[in-house]
């Protein structure tokens, strides 16, 4: 996508028979950036939020990008926050997608991002089996409780490592925090909501002799790392 036209700077002040010693007009304000089409589809039928607020107009020393900016704002409705949050999550999980999941009554709700190609494991140690625990791992800074804290407990047995969390009310085990990976998660690719997964890709997992299979398996102690 081409880069938006600057406006040339104002004109230097000159003196003559037909100024008559003033100054040049200031040029005007450059026009809005038009927004996409996607942007105008999107936004049909849907009351328009609110614009921010001057004092939330983002003061950042940005140089020449600075109205650049603001326009994005402007244009998108947004705080400075909020705007740099969409920055940051653009590079941080620069080729993932943020999937959204929970349990099954509602009262777990979660954010992942991670690849729309989802590499699942399908483990056969004694508890994964009886509670079909197929999952994929993540970093624990990419994973988010949006809500139900209060709704969770927690089971362990064996070498307490693993914490399988699930829902007091439905039971639904939606994630939890497997042993292999103790710095980050396993989600049930089943309690994401749907639209955010391209392909699933299912490797089985010797779970009955766990320590052999962990220490053999050339990958997944790397998957919860950044």
């Not at 983002?58 to 705080?79: I, N, P």
């Not at 699942?120 to 999952?135: L, R």
């Not at 209060?150 to 089971?155: A, F, H, R």
Request: hydrophobic share 30%; charged share 20%; glycine share 8%.
């Amino acid at each position: 996508m081409g880069k938006a036209k600057r406006t040339p700077a104002a004109a230097a002040t000159r003196k003559g028979p037909q100024s008559g010693g003033r100054k040049a007009p200031a040029p005007p304000p450059p026009a809005p950036i038009p927004s996409s089409p996607r942007d105008r589809a999107s936004s049909k039928g849907k009351a328009a939020p609110a614009a921010p607020a001057p004092e939330e107009l983002c003061a950042l020393a940005l140089g020449a990008q600075k109205e650049r900016w603001l326009q994005f704002q402007k244009r998108q409705r947004v705080s400075c926050e909020e705007a740099a949050r969409l920055l940051l999550d653009t590079f941080e999980y620069q080729g993932l997608v943020k999937h959204t999941g929970g349990c099954h009554c509602g009262a777990v709700r979660f954010e992942v991002w991670a690849s729309a190609d989802l590499h699942v494991f399908d483990c056969n140690c004694s508890i994964c089996v009886k509670k079909q625990n197929k999952h994929f791992i993540v970093p624990a800074s990419h994973f988010k409780l949006l809500k139900g804290a209060d709704s969770l407990t927690t089971y362990t047995f064996n070498t307490h490592c693993a914490q399988h969390t699930f829902c007091k009310t439905c039971g639904v085990q939606s994630f939890y925090t497997p042993r292999s990976n103790p710095d980050g998660y396993g989600i049930a690719p089943h309690c994401l909501d749907e639209g955010t997964v391209s392909s699933v890709t299912i490797e089985a997992i010797n779970g009955k002799e766990w320590e052999k299979a962990v220490k053999g398996h050339p990958t997944i102690r790397s998957m919860s790392k950044e």
